[in-house]
């Protein structure tokens, strides 16, 4: 099994219509997410995410602006890296072109959401953290994969209190 490089891009991608696209992962860990993945050998975080779009999304970056990012104790399906267990995230916002290709192998239930409904599956993953969804509902039907709640609270895509973020951020550990 590979080891964790303990680095992670995040790629937010929203439409003329504010909506923003998400997807189900096809594989640990459980939730709706933006496109996202190891440095690994893509050279830096900027290359990362151009790279996972087209990987995960089929869809070419032509912007990256860097919205938020920093260091969190989740772990991925790698073995521990040099630092343990996490990442140390650059999240973007990106401007893309292309036609949606999806990967079947990585991504499920592609959608563009409406701000409404992203608030909605916040409320899940909170709900989900405060014991008020089962592991077994949340999988079948997942909020927002936990490690997302922060980024997308810190770009004011979500609203969710400092006490609720806690709670989720316990789910990544």
């Known amino acids: 099994m590979k080891s964790c490089d303990n680095t992670s891009v995040g790629v937010i991608i929203t ?11 096809a594989t640990f860990p459980v939730g709706a997410a933006s496109a996202a993945g190891h440095f690994d050998d893509h ?3 900027e290359a990362a995410g ?3 779009v087209e990987e995960e999304l ?12 920093g260091w969190r104790d989740n772990p991925c399906r790698r073995r521990p890296g040099a ?10 916002q990106a401007t893309v072109t292309g036609d949606l290709t999806p990967s079947a192998r ?4 592609v959608r563009w959401i409406a701000p409404e409904a992203l608030q909605e599956l916040a409320d899940r993953t909170v709900a989900y953290a405060q014991g008020r969804v089962t592991d077994t509902a949340f999988e079948a039907a997942p909020g927002i994969e936990p490690v997302w709640m922060q980024w997308l609270a810190d770009i004011a895509a ?3 209190n400092p006490d609720e973020l806690l709670q989720v951020e316990q789910l990544t550990r």
């Open 83 to 92: 630092r343990g267990t996490g990442h140390d995230w650059t999240v973007y």
């Open 50 to 52: 151009r790279a996972e």
């Open 15 to 25: 439409d003329h219509q504010g909506r923003y696209l998400m997807f189900d992962r």
């Open 58 to 69: 089929g869809l070419t970056v032509t912007s990256l602006t860097r919205v938020t990012g």
């Open 43 to 45: 050279g830096g975080a």
């Open 158 to 160: 979500i609203d969710v």
């Open 106 to 109: 990585e991504t499920k239930n």
